[in-house]
């Protein structure tokens, strides 16, 4: 697209076009190269222009990723809510986030270093609290279990999403998605039993 199509766009498609060639930038150079100039001269636009909508790199950066956060959490949120059993919730978690990971994995994965500002932690702390409550409430209708013990089991549970997407970062195939998959629903499986035991035990 020429600099004269690019401009012509309003300033909402404008910004977004912006996040996308820097997101395209993120999977060439990784988020540290990652220049104002560089998008600028991407997108065949000035670089004030790039600069009227993001202050630095930084800002840029940070945008991008609370981007990319709120689409991921959006889609896995659908995938969630319609499951039908705590258990299943839990498979739509970790099925969503590998395969999200094998799209977009790339720019999740340069982006994680940058940290960015305050405001871009607190979103996905607030994100990552919601879903543990959605999660710990399916958990306590549908299995009765105790109030003190389920909290912190299902934090666990959701906290080992990480670890199987760094798994998988190692063999990133969708063999070793299936493999993973499994044993982490193996891993929720048991500990949403042995909750379900206790609460019998009481």
Do not use: C
């Not at 607190?122 to 013990?149: C, K, N, V």
């Amino acid at each position: 697209m020429s600099s004269g199509g690019r401009d012509r766009l309003g300033r909402d498609d404008r910004r977004e076009m912006l996040l996308d060639v820097a997101a395209e930038l993120v999977v060439d150079d990784a988020s540290e190269a990652v220049s104002m100039e560089q998008v600028a001269e991407r997108a065949g636009v000035s670089r004030p222009l790039v600069y009227k909508h993001f202050a630095n790199r930084d800002e840029l950066l940070g945008a991008l990723y609370r981007r990319e956060a709120r689409r991921l959490h959006a889609a896995l949120v659908g995938e969630v809510e319609a499951a039908d059993s705590i258990e299943a919730m839990f498979r739509a978690l970790v099925h969503g986030a590998l395969v999200a990971a094998a799209e977009r994995g790339q720019v999740f994965a340069a982006l994680r270093t940058g940290g960015w500002s305050r405001q871009v932690r607190r979103e996905q702390r607030a994100r990552d609290a919601r879903t543990a409550q959605a999660f710990t409430e399916r958990a306590a209708r549908e299995l009765g279990i105790d109030p003190h013990r389920g909290p912190p089991a299902v934090s666990l549970l959701l906290s080992l999403i990480d670890p199987v997407l760094t798994q998988w970062r190692l063999v990133p195939t969708p063999e070793r998605a299936a493999v993973l998959e499994e044993s982490y629903m193996a891993i929720v499986g048991a500990t949403l039993r042995d909750l379900a035991t206790l609460r019998n035990e009481r």
